[in-house]
């Protein structure tokens, strides 16, 4: 949770969501430049990299409510996300 005026705690979050994307874009080009899989490996793409610019707004939320909102699209993307990858295995 990114605690207010808590940076080490939104720092951890973002980076860890910033690495997990650009993993997800290194899947991304193996998929379709190695396996020809082009249509889910876009769906994998955007929703693996939706996580973390979700959390990057919920970083500058209005409200708190604006904060959680934000932080449930993340989770629902990082769900998607494991869809994507669960139906490409």
Do not use: H
Request: glycine fraction near 4%.
């Amino acid at each position: 949770m990114i605690i207010p005026n808590g940076m080490a705690a939104e720092s951890i979050i973002q980076k860890l969501s910033m690495d997990f994307a650009i993993r997800i874009v290194k899947f991304y080009k193996f998929l379709t430049f190695e396996k020809k899989v082009y249509i889910i490996s876009k769906q994998l793409l955007r929703s693996g990299t939706s996580i973390g610019a979700n959390i990057s707004e919920a970083a500058y939320a209005q409200s708190r409510a604006d904060f959680i909102n934000k932080m449930q699209i993340a989770l629902k993307e990082a769900s998607e996300t494991c869809f994507w990858i669960a139906f490409i295995i």
